[in-house]
T-cell receptor, first 109, second 114 residues
Framework: KQEVTQIPAALSVPEGENLVLNCSFTDSAIYNLQWFRQDPGKGLTSLLLIQSSQREQTSGRLNASLDKSSGRSTLYIAASQPGDSATYLCAVLTGKIIFGKGTRLHILP | EAGVTQSPTHLIKTRGQQATLRCSPISGHTSVYWYQQALGLGLQFLLWYDEGEERNRGNFPPRFSGRQFPNYSSELNVNALELEDSALYLC?????????????FGPGTRLTVT
């Protein structure tokens, strides 16, 4: 049974710092992995999608990596800003989509 | 280009009633997915529709059902509402099925059962 774990559950960092969010999954047989952000009470915004054959994707200040063999993905945020404060979710796509419980990120001004 | 839209934004029902939630996918997308985000439980996969057919469903009882219309919009129906059905229900769409393509999410419908 596929399980997705995100560590840490919550993170507070000063503005301007670089940071890494972690996502691990138990079954490496995945189609792809997707990172989302969710603002309180709102829907999800897709950040990056990494196909199973890829190792990383970049969009602006965001970089996501995927290591299927070790069952890990990281989301790197460079030069964090207060507007980055949100919950970040990773989801593993197989026959279904399974989400981690997210990391609540708070960027301190 | 319009994103995924959902209606209503908020829905308040009493226990035992039925709720109907609606979703319109991005133009050109044929797959629609429904998710439940209940407090403390994270985001859980409910249903996946593609080309008008139910392709997969999560671990939810049969009183959660839905359908996809010829224009690819979708309805989620929840019968015999229970208090624990209170949650944010999110709809997503993608270009095709198989969970290969990126999913785009709507803003959600917040269902409150009293």
């Amino acid at each position: 049974k596929q399980e997705v774990t995100q560590i840490p559950a919550a993170l507070s960092v000063p503005e301007g710092e670089n940071l890494v969010l972690n996502c691990s999954f138990t079954d490496s047989a995945i189609y792809n992995l997707q990172w989302f952000r969710q603002d309180p009470g709102k829907g999800l915004t897709s950040l990056l999608l990494i196909q199973s054959s890829q190792r990383e994707q970049t969009s602006g200040r965001l970089n996501a990596s995927l290591d299927k063999s070790s069952g890990r993905s990281t989301l790197y945020i460079a030069a964090s800003q207060p507007g980055d404060s949100a919950t970040y979710l990773c989801a593993v796509l197989t026959g279904k989509i399974i989400f981690g419980k997210g990391t609540r990120l708070h960027i301190l001004p | 280009e319009a994103g995924v839209t959902q209606s209503p934004t908020h829905l308040i029902k009493t226990r035992g009633q039925q709720a109907t939630l609606r979703c319109s996918p991005i133009s050109g997308h044929t797959s629609v997915y429904w998710y439940q985000q209940a407090l403390g439980l994270g985001l859980q996969f409910l249903l996946w529709y593609d080309e008008g057919e139910e392709r997969n469903r999560g671990n939810f009882p049969p009183r959660f059902s839905g359908r996809q219309f010829p224009n690819y919009s979708s309805e989620l129906n929840v019968n015999a509402l229970e208090l624990e059905d209170s949650a944010l229900y999110l709809c997503a769409s993608s270009l095709d099925g198989g969970l290969i393509y990126e999913q785009y999410f709507g803003p959600g419908t917040r269902l409150t059962v009293t």
